[in-house]
């Protein structure tokens, strides 16, 4: 196929390209296939078989590193919330969505190429190979060579013992990277898109995505607003677990954030994620101020005092 005759499209931060057809979107991948067009058309026909909006397959050539699907527009909710005052609205809506998202209860879906793909638990191991990213690639632009070793070994047992203090026990469909961006608007209905890595997990995960959304800032009253209006509509959940695991998942999936983002500069040459960097650190210092993140702070501040974050 030769994807020049197409419009290519902006991409996300995967090995995966997008490029405009007369009716479609086609999907292309050669590198990491399976997860980057296989699982991700599994997961959109898990999410679709559950009445929640995503791209459909339209045609597949698996064997030629590309799929088609359904073409949804350029509208994201990113765009709709930058010109929209009445954010609340807007949220409230991708709530609901998300509460529906949470009620997906099967873990296996058949794949187009008649295999069955389980989608996976999100394991502590899986948590802590994740915030590793921050220490694999992070650390080495602030500290000495000699440092990284000792630093990385400190960190990580600080990380177990934060995800040794969640309080949830349930599991639910987990995004994994539910984000604004990543919800598409089309006739005035919310589309999900990038939902490949999508695992079980804890509950607070995907709202901790949205609301410490490191792409749109906003204030932290308006993002404890926004808490407030997700517990609100899902009255089922013990609210101080709740906040506990919001507060504890949000850092370290920011701190995971600031590592992926470097890693895509460093090694995809993918530099415009860097831009993000800073408010990744603001929003890690605003949920990092109870007792239980007292040992993490103390070695971030020995090591990466705050001046040297925003370089």
């Known amino acids: 196929m030769n ?16 490029y405009r057809s007369n009716n ?6 050669k590198k990491d296939q399976k997860i980057n067009l296989l699982i991700y058309d599994a997961i959109n026909r898990l999410l679709l078989k559950n009445k929640i909006n995503a791209p459909k397959l339209l045609k597949e050539n698996y064997h030629k590193n590309y799929i088609e699907i359904e073409d949804l527009g350029d509208k994201t909710v990113l765009k709709d919330l930058k010109k929209n005052k009445d954010k609340s609205e807007i949220y409230k809506k991708i709530f609901l969505l998300l509460i529906k998202i949470q009620k997906i209860n099967k873990k ?36 000495p060579k000699n440092e990284i070793k000792k630093v990385k070994n400190k960190l990580e047992k600080i990380f177990k013992k934060l995800l040794s ?13 539910f984000h604004i961006s990543n919800i598409m608007l089309r006739k005035n209905k919310l589309f999900l898109i990038d939902s490949q890595d999508a695992v079980y997990g804890n509950p607070a995960y995907d709202v901790a995505s949205l609301i410490d959304d490191v792409r749109f800032k906003t204030t932290q009253n308006f993002k404890t607003q ?34 992926i983002f470097t890693r895509l500069s460093l090694r995809d040459k993918k530099h415009k994620y860097l831009k993000f960097i800073p408010y990744a650190w603001k929003l890690i210092q605003d949920r990092s101020e109870d007792f239980k993140f007292e ?15 925003h370089k």
């Open 108 to 143: 296996k879906i058949l794949t187009f190429k008649n295999s069955y793909y389980q989608v996976p638990k999100y394991y502590d191991k899986k948590l802590i190979e994740e915030a590793n990213l921050f220490t694999q690639w992070y650390l080495p632009t602030k500290i």
């Open 226 to 259: 926004l808490l407030k209006k997700y517990l609100s509509l899902n009255k089922k959940i013990n609210i101080e677990k709740f906040k506990n695991d919001f507060e504890i998942l949000s850092v370290l999936r920011n701190l995971k954030i600031i590592g």
């Open 24 to 29: 479609s979107v086609i999907v292309y991948s």
């Open 295 to 309: 040992e993490l702070n103390v070695l971030l501040n020995n090591y990466i005092p705050k001046k040297k974050r």
């Open 3 to 18: 994807l020049n005759q197409y419009k290519k499209l902006s991409g996300d931060a995967s090995f995966r390209s997008f």
């Open 165 to 177: 203090k969640l309080k949830i026990k349930k599991r639910v469909f987990v995004h994994r990277d």
